[in-house]
């Protein structure tokens, strides 16, 4: 299925969008990163915004600090999270397991 040819009023609403959201997925990092919302007030409130459900739980966990490309990739394996989710398609125990181990491991 091939796509149809964007005019270029509508590649130029695309491109706004498209930066509209990587600009709220880089006000969330910068807010974990400073500690002024907790990765579960990120994961249980992603319904309503669109571009943080499609941020990957991966750049979400490297957004903490202390968690590097590594330490993030761990957590996910424990957790037991493919390293291709975004946070809009994670499970309810996926939520409640990452949020768990988190909390339990505060210095990760």
């Known amino acids: 299925m091939s796509l149809k040819p964007l005019t270029d009023s509508e590649r130029t609403?695309?491109?706004e969008k498209a930066t509209a959201a990587r600009t709220v997925r880089a006000e969330l990092k910068s807010k974990l990163k400073s500690g002024e919302i907790s990765v579960d007030e990120v994961?249980?409130?992603s319904a309503q915004d669109e571009a943080i459900g499609r941020l990957r739980v991966l750049d979400?966990?490297?957004a903490l600090p202390g968690v590097g490309e590594k330490?993030?990739?761990?957590?996910?394996d424990t957790v037991g999270i493919a390293a291709t989710r975004r946070v809009r398609g994670l499970g309810i125990h996926q939520?409640?397991?990452l949020v768990e181990h988190l909390m339990n491991h505060r210095s990760a």
Not at 71 to 76: D, E, Q, S, V, Y
């Open 60 to 62: 979400l966990l490297k």
């Open 95 to 97: 939520r409640k397991a």
């Open 43 to 45: 994961i249980n409130g």
């Open 13 to 15: 609403l695309a491109r």
């Open 71 to 76: 330490r993030a990739a761990g957590i996910m």
